[in-house]
């Protein structure tokens, strides 16, 4: 029964060889509700719409722009990409809208919904995904002193990338990568760190194609992302 006071059960227990135990139980607190802090609109927002097909990806993106626009009108556009990309079963193919407010989501979504081109919406992949060989490159931080001094002594293509590196790395940041690495000191600062963090991925880059590696896709964190776009050719080492 309901009462104004916690509820307590005692609960005894004798066993057949003579061992009494005896417990009192109180009904658990009431839980205290947390306080919601509201997600904050970051300048762009990317909406993740999952399904087993191109035409479940289309319908969804179809019922999720017309509840945009009608019964979820209210409902902040952070919270329902926070909705869509983290509660929501992630099936075999996917499709995403990127947009930076809620005129443009809803403007994506009916789009991909039809099946037309608009900017933001990447529509799923079709094809058959093949595997292959992805270069992942870190960001500052992935540093430490005298790395890359043995690669350097004992690579020939390690070295001969840090030296065609040398000339440009110079010109541009104004120290030189092969004495850092050469004489194993350490590095401190932005201006320093990313260049040489960015001058390693290369050489290493260069050493891995020598021995038949050779990435097909490529993706970076932070200094890392400029390491991936000048190893794609979308950047020359100079830029």
Not at 59 to 84: D, F, K
Request: aromatic share 4%; net charge negative.
């Amino acid at each position: 029964p309901a009462v104004d006071r916690p509820r307590r059960a005692g609960v005894s227990s004798f066993g057949v060889s003579g061992t009494n135990a005896h417990i009192i139980i109180e009904q658990a607190p009431e839980p205290e509700p947390e306080p919601t802090t509201p997600l904050t609109q970051p300048a762009v927002t990317t909406l993740v719409v999952s399904g087993k097909s191109g035409e479940r990806i289309a319908a969804t993106a179809g019922a999720l722009a017309q509840w945009m626009s009608g019964a979820g009108a209210e409902v902040p556009l952070a919270e329902v990409a926070h909705t869509l990309n983290h509660h929501r079963a992630r099936w075999g193919k996917f499709a995403t809208v990127c947009a930076r407010d809620r005129a443009a989501a809803v403007a994506g979504l009916r789009a991909l919904s039809v099946g037309h081109h608009a900017a933001g919406v990447v529509a799923a992949h079709e094809g058959v995904c093949g595997s292959g060989t992805v270069f992942v490159f870190s960001g500052q931080g992935s540093q430490w002193a005298g790395m890359g001094r043995r690669l350097l002594a004992e690579e020939p293509a390690f070295a001969v990338a840090v030296d065609e590196l040398e000339p440009v790395f110079v010109e541009q940041v104004g120290f030189s990568l092969r004495q850092v690495i050469a004489e194993g000191e350490p590095v401190a600062g932005d201006a320093r760190v990313q260049p040489v963090v960015m001058g390693l991925q290369l050489a290493l880059t260069a050493l891995w194609r020598s021995h038949g590696v050779v990435p097909d896709a490529v993706i970076g964190h932070s200094m890392g992302e400029v390491t991936a776009a000048v190893v794609s050719g979308a950047l020359s080492v100079r830029e």
